[in-house]
C-alpha cells in the first residue's frame, strides 16, 4: 500500500471509530426511571403538569390525589420528551399515561387509581406512604361518597 492508500486507509477508520463511538454513547438511555421514582412518595408521570394537565386521564389522577389532600408530589410531563414518554412504557410495561408510582412502586394509570379511589383503597396505599388523606377527617365513610359532588 502506498504512501495516499495508507493515509486515507488511516482517515476512514478514524472516522469510522469516531462514528461507532458517538452511536454508541448517544444510544445510552438519557433517564434511569429506577432512580427517578426511588425514594419518593408520589411520583406521576403525565401528560403536561399538575398545575397545568394537558389530557383529561392526567387531570383525572391529579383531582383524585387533590381530592385527597394531596397537593404537591413530583411529577413529568412525557410531552416534553419523546424518550421520557417510550421510556417509561417500557420501563413498566404499561401503555398509557398518566403512571403512578407510589414509594417507588408501580401502582398503574388512571383506571387504577380511579378504582382504588372508588373502593377505599386508595385511603391505605397513601397511608402506607406516610400521607394521611384529607377523607378520614370527614368521620365516617358514607361521606366518601357525598364529596364527589
Same mark, same amino acid.
Given at each position: 500500500?502506498?504512501?495516499?492508500?495508507?493515509?486515507? =486507509?488511516?482517515?476512514?477508520?478514524?472516522?469510522?471509530?469516531?462514528?461507532?463511538?458517538?452511536?454508541?454513547?448517544?444510544?445510552?438511555?438519557?433517564?434511569?426511571?429506577?432512580?427517578?421514582?426511588?425514594?419518593?412518595?408520589?411520583?406521576?408521570?403525565?401528560?403536561?403538569? @399538575?398545575?397545568? @394537565?394537558?389530557?383529561?386521564?392526567?387531570?383525572?389522577?391529579?383531582?383524585?390525589?387533590?381530592?385527597?389532600?394531596? !397537593?404537591? =408530589?413530583?411529577?413529568?410531563?412525557?410531552?416534553?420528551?419523546? #424518550?421520557?414518554?417510550?421510556?417509561?412504557?417500557?420501563?413498566? !410495561?404499561?401503555?398509557?399515561? @398518566?403512571?403512578? =408510582?407510589?414509594?417507588?412502586?408501580?401502582?398503574?394509570?388512571?383506571?387504577?387509581?380511579?378504582?382504588?379511589?372508588?373502593?377505599?383503597?386508595?385511603?391505605? #396505599?397513601?397511608?402506607?406512604?406516610?400521607?394521611?388523606?384529607?377523607?378520614?377527617?370527614?368521620?365516617?365513610?358514607?361521606?366518601?361518597? !357525598?364529596?364527589?359532588?
Amino acid at each position: 500500500m502506498n504512501k495516499f492508500g495508507a493515509y486515507i =486507509f488511516n482517515k476512514n477508520i478514524q472516522s469510522a471509530c469516531r462514528f461507532n463511538f458517538v452511536r454508541v454513547f448517544s444510544q445510552q438511555k438519557k433517564y434511569d426511571f429506577d432512580e427517578l421514582v426511588k425514594g419518593k412518595k408520589i411520583v406521576v408521570f403525565m401528560k403536561g403538569t @399538575p398545575e397545568a @394537565p394537558r389530557c383529561g386521564f392526567s387531570n383525572a389522577v391529579c383531582q383524585i390525589l387533590k381530592f385527597h389532600g394531596v !397537593n404537591k =408530589f413530583e411529577s413529568f410531563d412525557v410531552l416534553s420528551d419523546d #424518550e421520557l414518554r417510550e421510556g417509561i412504557k417500557k420501563f413498566t !410495561n404499561w401503555p398509557t399515561i @398518566p403512571q403512578v =408510582f407510589f414509594n417507588g412502586e408501580f401502582v398503574g394509570g388512571c383506571d387504577i387509581m380511579l378504582d382504588m379511589h372508588k373502593n377505599g383503597d386508595l385511603i391505605e #396505599e397513601l397511608k402506607k406512604v406516610g400521607i394521611r388523606s384529607v377523607l378520614l377527617d370527614s368521620g365516617d365513610d358514607s361521606s366518601i361518597s !357525598n364529596k364527589k359532588s
